[in-house]
């Protein structure tokens, strides 16, 4: 696996590449788990290349605190990656990325003021600008995101052909624990009296029953719920765990 810290030295690899190569992109803030591991595996599967980037964009925190307290675990994630057969691994600095001091942004002005956008102010501008810009430097053929974050992959999704971006995006199947759990890098940030409670937000999310009866057990469970919602035939829900913020969705179809 070769990694790559800068612009210039990504694109004198992307013009050497053969034209018949296909290159897959997994765009990552690292602290890597299985569910990202999923998404190299996609990208292997399609494509005769995959790069993988580790970059903690700063953009898109609305809360400070998770920004400062994202597990940074780089050798460990290089070693994962290794493990996994990546061919590349781009790590930008934030003054690479952002020359501009974030003068310049990609918004969306309607999907994403709901649900995680009505909660998290300006966390999907940080997250289209920050995917726009990856996806102009790498210019894959197909990029990979997990079903976890499902509003985001569904707004790239958007961004990317409302900007006639030559790239398919591509959203993979969530990655649970073997409780249930969806995987998280806020996962790690769980002592095990909270992680049994997170086990227990999965296990009531997932029971079949209706939005206010799903908050009504969460709430007796001593969980703090910010919603739990449907549309677009898919459920959502975000609550806190002893001050840990967890998501999670599916499809109302499999039901």
Known sequence: MQIIKNIHSWKEIRESLDKKERIGFVPTMGNLHPGHLSLTRASRNENTQTVVSIF??????????????????????????????????????????????YHYQISENLQSIDLEGAYRPGHFTGVLTIVMKLLQ????????????DYQQYALIEGMTKAFFIDTTITVCPTIREDSGLAYSSRNNRLSPELRAQAEQFANIFHQGSTCSQIE?????????????????????????VGGIRLIDNYSLCAL
């Open 56 to 101: 903690v964009n700063p953009t898109q925190f609305n809360n400070p605190d998770d920004f400062t307290h994202y597990p940074r675990t780089l050798t460990n994630d290089l070693d994962l990656l290794r493990n996994a057969k990546v061919d590349y691994c781009f790590i930008p600095q934030a003054e690479t990325l952002y020359p501009d001091n």
């Open 216 to 240: 009504s057990n969460l709430i007796q469970a001593g969980i703090e719920v910010e919603y739990i919602r449907e549309k677009n035939n898919r459920r959502f829900a975000a609550v806190y």
């Open 137 to 148: 430097i790498i210019r894959p053929h197909t990029a990979y995101f997990g079903e976890k």
